[in-house]
């Protein structure tokens, strides 16, 4: 049987294990994912950011995703990542995304997405807490146990929580709170979601995934590895693109399949 994005992200939280949600802005990061998903028998996030689709249109980037999922040999789950605008995001469910991100935690914006998302199959992931664009736009909540009314109230499926990573770090020095992480947990049986998980180390994000953390975002580490690879390449003369593009993709593809093992969802597939 055929299961769901959402299959895979709750059989990630049971499992003790993290589906990975990778970001692609164009052809060659697309092919980096999808490549090192196959090659580590991953199920994978393809995730296409609000951001992403202002520089590539969400037209052709949906198109270019959906084309690489049909032939992958391994589950790839296409989601909208950091929907800034409800519409942007009813607009990605109609092309075919299975899942979106709406930025915001108000549950009356919320639950008509979720109907949409649910009405074809697909997921909404809502922000119990944000860490967007490298600080806190919101305050952590007191009480934890809170998560569990704010699933109820948004029908939201998965949950973005701050546990002390921040966005577009170059350096892991971002230490999580497991304590508050285990609190989160007993309060929803939800798949949770980390953001910026570039700025934690490979440990934690392990630790993490054993926890309830069923998907773990991940951008700056493997745009990092991309571009150092093609500025190697145009130092050592390269002039044809699909010369230093092929150089990022495949350094690309090594993060991603490392990363893919570190957070147990290798061989799941
Ligand atoms: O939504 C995307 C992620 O939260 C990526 O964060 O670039 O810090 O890895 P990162
Ligand atoms: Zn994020």
């Given amino acids: 049987a055929v299961r769901s994005g959402l299959d895979h992200l709750r059989a990630a939280r049971q499992g003790g294990y ?31 950011s609000h951001n992403a689709a202002r520089h590539g249109g969400l037209a052709a980037l949906a198109a270019l995703g959906l084309s690489l999922k049909r032939a992958a040999s391994v589950p790839i789950i296409l989601h909208l990542d950091h929907a800034e605008t409800p519409e942007v995001a009813l607009e990605a469910l ?40 490298g600080e806190r736009r919101g305050e ?3 009480d934890p146990a809170t998560l569990g009314q704010f699933a ?49 180390p ?17 951008a700056t ?11 190697d390449s145009l130092s050592g003369g390269a002039k044809d693109p699909r010369t230093y593009l092929a150089a990022g993709r495949s350094a690309m593809q090594v993060r991603a399949e490392h990363y893919l ?7 799941r597939a």
């Fill in 202 to 218: 490979e440990d934690e994000l392990a630790h993490a995934a054993a926890l309830g953390v069923a998907k773990v975002n991940l």
């Fill in 18 to 48: 993290a589906i990975a949600a990778f970001n692609a802005v164009n052809l060659e990061t697309a092919q980096a994912i999808v490549a090192a998903a196959e090659a580590t028998r991953s199920p994978v996030i393809l995730q296409i």
């Fill in 152 to 200: 109820q109230d948004s029908h939201c499926d998965l949950l973005a929580v701050d546990l002390g990573s921040a966005h577009k770090q170059e350096d892991k020095t971002a230490r999580l709170d497991f304590a508050r992480l285990q609190a989160l947990a007993a309060a929803t049986p939800l798949p949770l979601v980390l953001h910026g998980a570039s700025s934690v």
């Fill in 140 to 142: 952590r909540h007191d």
């Fill in 261 to 267: 093992r570190v957070l147990g969802s290798a061989g």
């Fill in 94 to 133: 109609h092309l075919g995304f299975e899942g979106v991100m709406l930025e915001g935690d108000d549950p009356a914006t919320l639950r008509p997405l979720a109907a949409a998302s649910h009405a074809q199959g697909g997921y909404l992931e809502a922000e119990y807490e944000v860490v967007v664009k």
């Fill in 221 to 231: 580490d493997l745009t990092l590895a991309f571009t150092g690879a093609v500025r």
